[in-house]
């Protein structure tokens, strides 16, 4: 059985940092790549960032979030993180964990940047 858990979510006074993880079993996870992907009220869904399988060396990320997070996998605990700094509130979302295998996704956790 699949399963992508998120956690690190919370609320943040902008400027502030926050680090998600996502934990993943069911699956080979250093095979396939991860993503992370946010949705905010009233928006679609769309990818923050992504990070290839293995070693992880290629990322991706969206133009609103380049130079503020980064996007790691820890192989050996089955693990993507999302490291999120100088948080804007318009960062505030649901932020969900995605993965190539068979496209499955995490049930998402809240972030939310408020002052």
């Known amino acids: 059985q699949v399963q992508l858990v998120e956690s690190g979510g919370g609320l943040v006074q902008p400027g502030g940092s926050l680090r998600l993880s996502c934990a993943a079993s069911?699956?080979?996870?250093?095979?396939?790549?991860m993503s992370w992907y946010r949705q905010a009220p009233g928006k679609e869904r769309e990818l923050v960032a992504g990070?290839?399988?293995?070693?992880?060396?290629?990322?991706r990320y969206a133009d609103s979030v380049k130079g503020r997070f980064t996007i790691s996998r820890d192989n050996a605990k089955n693990t993507v993180y999302l490291q999120m700094n100088s948080l804007k509130p318009e960062d505030t979302a649901v932020y969900y964990c995605?993965?190539?295998?068979?496209?499955?996704w995490g049930q998402g956790t809240q972030v939310t940047v408020s002052s």
């Open positions: 995605w993965t190539a295998f068979r496209g499955y």
């Open positions: 069911g699956f080979t996870f250093s095979s396939y790549a």
């Open positions: 990070i290839t399988y293995g070693d992880g060396k290629n990322t």
